[in-house]
């Protein structure tokens, strides 16, 4: 158990629908980030949070969007939903926005269909 | 832009054998870091082992051991004694040293099968 949770850990919706993911970091851990893990695309990087603030974005859609609250959970926002957005979402977390090490929690699987 | 490259789609090794899995990348930094993930079946993305382009040690944890050579720009996993519970999907990864983005770029994966 790396100490980074994730809800929900399944989701199964239509075209067109938007949903939001959920990410609780490792106590102390300022840093978020979020990869996308496909069959097609492998893992890519989508976009870091550092302590409320967006450090770093990576091939993410305009469709979606992220945000780190106070508490330091962050969510993953997902809209206009197409097939093709059916993957393994990861959060990871690490201590500082520098620091190399970086723990995934558990993911979660979406499903477009 | 960084990229990493698994050459190996699939492995397989007869349990309490040796098996080494290679990553080659490609950069123009000079400091970076670089890591072995493990993915089970259970899908969780696991550390496995780390290494630092400035130390010329070869990390080792346990019966998991890298061979870096960083003018070949290469970086496999050696894993000795293969343990069934050792069967997973294996990424490399490659991540820059503190300035400036700090994701992780990963390769296609090796998948390792453990024979019995």
């Known amino acids: 158990d790396s100490g980074v949770t994730q809800t929900p850990k399944h989701l199964i919706t239509a075209t067109g629908q938007r949903v939001t993911l959920r990410c609780s970091p490792r106590?102390?851990?300022?840093?978020v980030y979020w990869y996308q893990q496909s069959l097609d695309q492998g893992l890519q990087f989508l976009i870091q949070y550092y302590n409320g603030e967006e450090r770093a974005k990576g091939n993410i859609l305009e469709r979606f969007s992220a945000q780190q609250f106070p508490d330091l959970h962050s969510e993953l926002n997902l809209s206009s939903l197409e097939l093709g957005d059916s993957a393994l979402y990861f959060c990871a977390s690490s201590v500082g926005d520098k620091t190399y090490e970086q723990y995934f929690g558990p993911g979660t699987r979406l499903t477009v269909t | 832009a960084q990229t990493v490259t698994q050459s190996q789609p699939e492995m397989s090794v007869q349990e309490a054998e040796t098996v080494t899995l290679s990553c080659t990348y490609d950069t123009s930094e000079s400091d970076y870091y670089l890591f072995w993930y493990k993915q089970p079946p259970s899908r969780q993305m696991i550390l496995v082992i780390r290494q630092e382009a400035y130390k010329q040690q070869n990390a080792t944890e346990n019966r998991f051991s890298v061979n870096f050579q960083k003018a070949a720009k290469s970086f496999s996993l050696k894993i000795s004694d293969s343990q069934l519970g050792d069967a997973a999907m294996y990424f490399c990864?490659?991540?820059?040293?503190?300035?400036?983005?700090?994701?992780?770029?990963f390769g296609q994966g090796t998948r390792l099968t453990i024979n019995p």
């Open positions: 106590s102390g851990d300022l840093s």
């Open positions: 990864a490659y991540r820059r040293a503190p300035v400036g983005a700090q994701k992780l770029v």
